[in-house]
């Protein structure tokens, strides 16, 4: 679960911005709230804001915060950092910082970087309800608590004079402390980003729909109630070794003999009608969006997983993705949560979120950086038409007669 996010020199993120989960004193909808110990959690949140103002960069920072955590470890001696710093910034640090639950502990992991190495980094955590540091690092000088003082002697040995590496992930892959682990597993399992349609979620959809029939029942369900007619859909998945006669001719036999020594997925998803078959190439990009998608977020809503996306609304109905975001607000019973940017605008709707839910960017012209703002940081009625407002420009600077003369 997460509580809070911050960032600074993203794209065009300039300034460090903060997008915060937890719930203010307002007491709308206090029954949808996710509680923990003294904690009141937003299920859900959407960003809004005019193209190019940095919606995307807000959900990019955590892509990449995940991607550096999970893979930290892999990186060699000179391997340049993932990084995009705002244009007029480009000598200053990146930096984020992330305030999460997971498996029922509230952790605070933050680290600081440019191009080649890591600057600072720092671990707290907090089993009895009250923060401690599980490490701090300033440059490669790495400071444990005695609890976890490995740490230290690891990073002795490991960290090179300009380390590229960070010490969470480091440390997960050499050291046994269930703490760590834990931190660790939040952004590999507990954090599930969506930043395009580009994902390797058909595999994973289709052993659903081959091997668990009550996850195939809930999508047929699901896509009955969107008024599909789909009555039925079969899949198949098959691991195999390539073949030669799926290479190009003209390879050097060298690469050919790599690549055949590698093992392919072979996927088939076909969705029956009355009376018709369709393979899924043959659906519409709806369609094929929620074969893709389902069964993930299933998974996700289950196991209480945090699922961030951008552009959430790309291909489907406005009242199938309302639906969506509508039962990650509902789920009394998980954790789960679902943060997306979007340009939806009928779920702009205080029948659906609470003021500090949804949340605006916008670009300052002093030095082009976005700004990130909640809809309760500006005067809203509980009865206001948001929507109305927010296309009039009442909130952020929205694009109105881009065909006038």
Known sequence: MLLEFTCSNVRSIRDAVTLNLRANTDDTFEKNLIHFENERVHPACAIYGSNATGKTSVLTGMAIMQTMVTTSHLLQPGDLLPRTPHRLHQDKPTE??????????????????????????????????????????????????????RIETLCKEKLLPRSNKLVLSLAVNNLNYEELEDAFLFYKDGLVVLMNDNNNWLEYSASKFEHDKAIKDMFLKFMKDTGSDIVDIKARSEQRLMTAAELPPDIPQAVKAMFLNQTVVTTEVKTVYKGFTLDIIEESLGTQKLIRMMCPIMDIFQK??????????????????????????????????????????????????????????????????????????????????????????????????????
């Open 96 to 149: 984020y910082q992330m305030e999460f639950v997971w498996k029922k502990t509230r952790y605070l992991y933050k680290f600081s970087y440019d191009n080649q190495r890591i600057l600072k980094e720092s671990l707290f955590y907090a089993p009895n309800g009250r923060m401690g540091a599980i490490f701090t690092r300033d440059g490669n000088s790495v400071k444990a608590a005695e609890k976890f003082s």
């Open 304 to 405: 209480g997983k945090t699922f961030v996306c951008d552009e959430i609304e790309s291909h489907l109905h406005p009242l199938i993705v309302r639906q969506l975001v509508g039962r990650f607000i509902r789920g009394k019973a998980s954790d789960a949560q679902i943060i997306c940017a979007t340009h939806d605008v009928e779920m702009l709707d205080l029948k659906l979120f609470r003021r500090d839910q949804i949340w605006f960017t916008d670009i300052n012209p002093d030095y082009h950086r976005t700004t990130l703002k909640p809809l309760s940081s500006y005067p809203c009625r509980k009865d206001e038409n948001v929507q109305r407002k927010y296309l009039e420009s009442k909130y952020c600077k929205v694009a109105r007669d881009v065909w006038a003369e």
